[in-house]
């Protein structure tokens, strides 16, 4: 797909993965909007970067439909939605006195939000010439991190919808891209200490969604998660020890 002269919106834009996206995209010369919780994060990323802010909470409709009318207002289209936004809550199941919440959470942003958006975004990006869709998913979709079972969840979830979605939606035009990312430097990323884990750092992932993106490349799995993917279907049992080795803090 095109790189330039695109209409983006970015979830969870304003910190992070969707931060370092958003800032890509906009240098190659693409109109970026973001959204987010975060009120002061988003001011921040529009002074410092040029990025088109709507703070929103994509786990409430009004929201979702608000950022999708102000786009509409301004462009008249959609070309490149990218679902981001995303929370890790690491606790154990059977004694966090607040575990519900944090499962409700996890489930809210990371599974309901990405794929209701899509849905009520689909009226826009039908007005794009080439519109596409980018689930960031996580290598957790093919081995779950035991200290984070939801988020794991979550993350297989999209995995799965994402498959889905690219086979029915190829017949309307349009493209469905997943990326898979391991570890990352950022907030969520640094809570986890795992000699079994490599850590890569946003700019090197962006970079690589960049090039997957102009190249076509539907699923991407960049850095260790090619590992994760290999070693999920040859030898399950032994990678879900290693990573149940992880720790949080």
């Known amino acids: 797909m095109l790189l330039k002269d695109q209409i983006v919106l970015v979830t969870g834009g304003g910190s992070g993965i969707g931060l370092e996206l958003s800032k890509q995209l906009a240098a190659l010369g693409n109109t970026v909007f973001i959204c987010g919780r975060n009120v002061e994060?988003?001011?921040a990323a529009e002074q410092a970067y040029g990025l088109k802010v709507v703070p929103a909470d994509v786990t409430f409709a009004e929201d979702q439909q608000a950022v999708l009318k102000a786009i509409e207002t301004a462009?008249?289209?959609?070309?490149?939605?990218?679902?981001?936004?995303?929370?890790?809550?690491?606790?154990?199941?059977?004694s966090q006195e607040d575990a519900v919440s944090r499962i409700e959470s996890e489930i809210g942003i990371n599974?309901?939000?990405?794929?209701?958006?899509?849905?009520?975004?689909?009226?826009?990006?039908?007005?794009?010439?080439?519109?596409?869709?980018?689930?960031v998913g996580s290598g957790s979709a093919y081995v779950p991190v035991a200290g984070a079972p939801v988020y794991s969840g979550t993350k297989a979830f999209i995995h799965h919808t994402a498959q889905?979605?690219?086979?029915?939606?190829?017949?309307?035009?349009?493209?469905?891209?997943?990326?898979?990312?391991?570890?990352?430097?950022?907030?969520?990323g640094t809570a986890m200490t795992?000699?079994?884990?490599?850590?890569?750092?946003?700019?090197?992932?962006?970079?690589?969604?960049l090039k997957g993106l102009a190249s076509d490349t539907l699923e991407m799995v960049p850095g260790q998660s090619r590992q994760l993917r290999l070693l999920s279907r040859i030898m399950p049992g032994y990678l879900f020890r290693q990573i149940a080795k992880t720790r949080f803090h």
């Open 41 to 43: 994060k988003l001011k």
């Open 75 to 94: 462009h008249g289209r959609l070309d490149l939605l990218i679902n981001n936004a995303g929370v890790l809550h690491a606790y154990d199941f059977a």
């Open 111 to 135: 599974a309901i939000a990405p794929v209701t958006l899509a849905k009520r975004a689909l009226p826009l990006l039908s007005l794009s010439q080439a519109p596409a869709i980018l689930f």
């Open 164 to 188: 889905g979605l690219r086979h029915q939606l190829k017949d309307v035009g349009i493209s469905v891209f997943e990326v898979l990312p391991p570890v990352v430097a950022t907030d969520m």
């Open 194 to 209: 795992s000699r079994n884990l490599k850590v890569m750092e946003p700019a090197d992932l962006v970079s690589d969604i």
